[in-house]
Nanobody, 122 residues
């Protein structure tokens, strides 16, 4: 079992930055982030492979977002820079990734956090 607790998020103007963190308790596993805007499906944003530390990013955030992990603390962070209004969504931490389709889908991760709101105003 893995429990996930997100922190960070909030409201910022376009061009600004925010940092999300996710702390996991339980088994150590590959972790990542998804987001879901009102009326849209949950979409994959990024994840980082636990053993190699290699990150992966959706095209929409590559170059602006950076994911990192602290293995000692079993946490993953998402640094979001140059934020755009279209980045506004509920962001969810996810854990235990099973490689399948690309880009990853919701069903490819087993455990989920409660979600945290990110709002970017123009």
């Amino acid at each position: 079992q893995v429990q996930l607790v997100e922190s960070g998020g909030g409201s910022v103007q376009a061009g600004g930055s925010l940092r999300l963190s996710c702390e996991a308790s339980g088994n150590r596993t590959t972790m990542g982030w998804f987001r879901q805007a009102p009326g849209k499906e949950r979409e994959w944003v990024s994840h980082i492979y636990r053993l190699t530390g290699v990150p992966a990013y959706a095209d929409s955030v590559r170059g602006r977002f950076t994911i990192s992990q602290d293995s000692a603390k079993n946490t993953v962070a998402l640094q979001m820079n140059s934020l755009k209004p279209e980045d506004s969504a509920m962001y969810y931490c996810a854990a235990q990734y099973r490689a399948g389709t690309w880009p990853p889908r919701r069903d490819d991760f087993t455990y989920w956090g409660q979600g945290i709101q990110v709002t970017v105003s123009s």
